[in-house]
């Protein structure tokens, strides 16, 4: 299983990017997408989930400036970022899971590094 994220960069305050998350070796459309992310000196704390039926959750503080969706048909999840802050800061990681009787299932991505300027 493989799931490559890309996609960072170095932005300025109030603008956008674009991550892209390509996963390889799972059923794609039966797993539940999300996006961590991990500051210097901060725990890695969840950003964003669409669920296989296409439920989306946000962290409050991405709320209206984050977008989570996915293509099935591509076997890729994406995050836009818009009106981004500099707080915003951080190594984002791709995040796949599934739950099933036999217990969960969990696969993580590289982080890709997004830095944003003031």
């Known amino acids: 299983v493989q799931l490559q994220a890309s996609g960072g960069g170095l932005v300025q305050a109030g603008g956008s990017l674009r991550l892209s998350c390509a996963a390889s070796?799972?059923?794609?459309?039966?797993?539940?997408m999300s996006w961590y992310r991990q500051a210097p000196g901060k725990q890695r704390e969840l950003v964003a989930t669409?669920?296989?039926?296409?439920?989306?959750n946000y962290a409050s503080s991405v709320k209206g400036r984050f977008t989570i969706s996915r293509d099935n048909a591509k076997n890729t999840a994406v995050l836009q970022m818009d009106s981004l802050k500099p707080e915003d800061t951080a190594i984002y990681y791709c995040?796949?899971?599934?739950?099933?009787?036999?217990?969960?299932?969990?696969?993580w991505g590289q982080g890709t590094q997004v830095t944003v300027s003031s």
């Open positions: 995040h796949a899971a599934r739950t099933t009787l036999s217990g969960e299932y969990v696969y």
């Open positions: 669409i669920t296989d039926g296409g439920r989306t």
């Open positions: 070796g799972i059923v794609f459309s039966i797993w539940t």
